[in-house]
């Protein structure tokens, strides 16, 4: 892993693949970091000859950290007052772009998943000759008649802050098994592990509310990727309890000629049951571009 620098501030990257292998770059989901897309799962896609590379956005992980930009308001944010937010999904996705140009990538595959998906449409609404594909995952468009979650995924997102490593660590397991499949659940150990490994590794809690702030605060894509027209793959589970399936939906009706695999018993995760689904759904589309 390294850091690098990126639209003005530093990115924690790594990969997997050959160097000469086109570029697939992975945007993680709302506080989650780069090792949420698990190893195995980069190394079987780099598997079909692609280079993979998988990053901390700012406010995550390893990346910077921008507690100088203070703490939003989010009832403000929700009722509309942005005097609070302090950036928007349009700058994580030039911060894409900056790791593009750090890396030296004249174009690349993009893969979002959750807010990473909604990072990845505003990249390719923003900067479409820098994409060769892309793949929007559990993810949906922002507009707020579509894709809402239901009330137990909205306690599980608003849990409030933990006050020591073994609460937070026990809270972020329990709202992991709120997103999780239904038919595909890891153990209650297995929760605990990945749990601790990403409390261990970062712990951002106000770096999550700033990122629910530009989630919030960015405008309806709906419109604008409809001028999209790079390769489309638009994944989505019908048991997302966070973004439901008609986020997915929504999205691929935007975007013209996108495919849409609706994945039956997927909810808010990467089950490593459906990796075969995904992962294939994802090279699908790579094959499609020119």
């Known amino acids: 892993m390294a850091l690098v620098p990126a639209n003005g501030i530093e990115l924690e990257y790594d990969e997997f693949g050959h160097d000469d292998d086109v570029a697939l770059v992975l945007i993680a989901g709302l506080g989650a970091q780069l090792i949420d897309w698990p190893a195995e799962f980069c190394e079987q896609l780099a598997g079909h000859g692609l280079r993979v590379i998988r990053f901390d ?29 302090p950036y928007l999904l349009a700058d994580m996705a030039a911060d894409t772009i900056g790791l593009f140009d750090a890396l030296g990538l004249a174009r690349a595959h993009l ?3 959750s807010m990473g998906g909604m990072i990845a449409q505003q990249t390719a609404i923003d900067y479409p000759a820098r994409l060769l594909s892309l793949c929007s995952i559990s993810s949906t468009t922002g507009d707020t ?19 020591s490593r073994e609460q937070a660590i026990r809270s972020s397991a329990d709202g992991s098994r709120v997103f999780s499949s239904p038919g595909f659940r890891l ?14 590794r970062s712990n951002r809690p106000q770096g999550r509310l700033r990122q629910i702030a530009a989630v919030a605060a960015s405008p309806d894509r709906t419109k604008a990727l409809r001028d999209v027209t ?31 695999v609706i994945i039956p018993g997927m909810a808010h995760d990467l089950p490593r049951g459906l990796w075969p689904q995904i992962i294939a759904a994802i090279v699908r589309n790579t094959g499609k571009a020119a």
Do not use: C, F, I, W
């Open 57 to 85: 956005n700012r406010d995550a992980g390893l990346s910077a950290s921008l507690d100088n930009l203070g703490t939003p308001d989010l009832r403000a944010v929700l009722s509309g007052d942005q005097a609070t937010v």
């Open 111 to 113: 893969v979002g998943v």
């Open 145 to 163: 008649s579509v894709g809402q979650a239901t009330p137990e995924a909205l306690a599980a997102l608003a849990r409030p802050p933990s006050t």
């Open 187 to 200: 153990s209650d150990e297995e929760m605990l592990q990945r749990a601790t490994a990403k409390y261990d």
């Open 230 to 260: 790079m390769p489309t793959m638009v994944v989505h589970g019908d048991a997302d309890p966070l973004v439901n399936v008609s986020g997915g939906r929504a999205t691929a009706a935007a975007v013209p000629g996108a495919e849409l």
